[in-house]
């Protein structure tokens, strides 16, 4: 295991005090470790699982070539060209009930969706095409087919031997019917990680308690809840901790036996009188940084625990907008990796900004945005409001984040910017 030094000495620009986004990012891919424990599971209860080995398909999905459609299988070699085909009908191919009969040169077979195609059979004319003489016989205008056409070939969608989803993937509903597909009950996945979280401040309140003077609801809690919950991460939330260090230092101990990360949110930033950095510093190796972004300024990073059972510790701000910026930006990739994902990156839109944004080049941005799509078929974004790190309204306003990134400046009415929609984001 790199000591924390190891691992900024790897990175360039390295400068705790301010480390652009992208580095805090890269620093963090390389601090956390991946679960190890793998279990089995039924393949309906590993929806939003991680996927911990390869999985190989062991057979050709489908098993036979077969038709795509209801019609008549026939030979590509009988059609005639530029002119009606008109052919016997040798017997009927269901699905799941094949014909087994010989057919023979001018004959085609009525075939319905799924049904193996028969011997020799390559081509499937649909139903709608076709009329039938008097005397039995189908008749195909000219044109309407070419050989090969409407006929699934085996292992088309899955051949035998091949890997049909990769380790590090997080399954799907899609993955859950391809694995059924291949006949599979059970799928190895990573064990869940754990993440414990609480908040500090004496100043917090939580449901339920009076609100005394000068005091806040506790937030945080709630909407890294929500955003560990869409993670699909073990949850251990531990409450507020009152700002003494017996306190503190109990609940950082005890989160760390019990979990894989313990998130905390406020405590961390430069003018704190509070103990929290104290007993982080404390109790592990931790990192105190300050990021070039907006908002979300500081944060701590690094490991707590006894040695052989340490969790990684991600210090949060404690402004609510910053807390879940500071999620979005490092605390969900470092998750999805620990989970032993592959993650995905955020998906981005580019939208035309309706209004000027005022940027320092030099720190990420990220404004909270409206978007909407214009009649032209342009997504378009606008700011919601004040972008205040408090104003909780204006994530919960907003449908998506403008990222402004690191070097980038002034944003003029009209420009292009990137925004990361709220819609889908795990
Ligand atoms: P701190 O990072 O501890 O200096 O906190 C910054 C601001 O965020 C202060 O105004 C705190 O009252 C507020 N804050 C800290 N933690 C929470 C929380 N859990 N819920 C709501 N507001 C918070
Ligand atoms: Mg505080």
Redesign the pocket.
């Known amino acids: 295991m790199s000591s924390l030094q190891d691992i900024a000495s790897c990175i360039s620009g390295y400068d705790p005090n301010a480390l652009p986004v992208a580095q805090a990012r890269e620093f963090i891919a390389r601090l956390v470790p991946k679960v190890q424990a793998i279990e089995s599971l039924a393949i309906r209860s590993a929806l939003g699982r991680v996927l911990a080995r390869d999985v190989v398909s062991a057979i050709d999905v489908p098993s036979h070539d077969n038709s795509a459609m209801d019609g008549f299988a026939l030979r590509g070699t009988d059609l005639v060209d530029g002119a009606e085909t008109l052919l016997f009908v040798a017997g009927t191919g269901f699905a799941g009930q094949q014909f087994n009969g010989v057919v023979d040169v001018g004959q085609c077979v009525r075939i319905m969706t799924g049904a193996v195609m028969p011997n020799g059979l390559d081509t499937v004319v649909p139903q709608e095409f076709t009329k039938t003489n008097p005397d039995g016989r189908v008749r195909i205008p000219a044109g309407v087919v070419r050989t090969g056409d409407n006929r699934r070939l085996r292992g088309e969608d899955l051949a035998r031997g091949e890997p049909a989803l990769v380790a590090g993937r997080i399954l799907s509903p899609a993955d859950l019917g391809l694995l059924a597909s291949l006949g599979q009950a059970e799928v190895p996945v990573y064990r869940r990680l754990r993440v414990a979280f609480f908040?500090?401040?004496d100043?917090?309140r939580s449901i339920g308690e009076p609100l005394d003077e000068g005091c806040?609801?506790?937030?945080?809690?709630y909407t890294l809840y929500g955003m560990l919950q869409r993670l699909g991460v073990e949850l251990l939330d531990m409450g507020?901790v009152r700002d003494e260090p017996a306190a503190l230092e109990t609940a950082f101990n005890q989160a760390a036996a019990s979990a894989d990360a313990v998130i905390t949110?406020?405590?961390?930033?430069v003018?704190?009188a509070?103990h929290?950095k104290q007993i982080m510093a404390q109790l592990g190796e931790v990192l105190f940084w300050k990021i070039a972004m907006r908002p979300g300024r500081?944060m701590a990073i690094g490991r707590i625990g006894e040695p052989g059972h340490q969790a990684m510790l991600f210090g949060l701000?404690?402004?609510?907008v910053?807390?879940m910026v500071t999620f979005y930006a490092f605390v969900r990739d470092a998750l999805l990796a620990m989970s032993g994902a592959t993650p995905e990156p955020m998906p981005l839109l580019r939208a035309v900004s309706e209004l000027p944004l005022r940027k320092k080049p030099g720190r990420t941005e990220y404004q909270r945005g409206i978007v909407s799509q214009a009649p032209d078929g342009r997504w378009h974004v606008r700011i919601t409001g004040a972008q205040g790190?408090?104003i909780?309204r204006s994530m919960s306003q907003a449908n998506g984040m403008v990222v402004l990134h690191h070097e980038q400046g002034n944003v003029n009415a009209g420009d292009l910017v990137d925004v990361i929609p709220f819609n889908g984001l795990i």
């Open positions: 908040s500090t401040g100043e917090l806040v609801y506790d937030s945080n809690r507020v949110s406020g405590g961390v930033s003018g704190e509070d929290t500081p701000p404690g402004n609510p910053a807390v790190s408090g909780l």
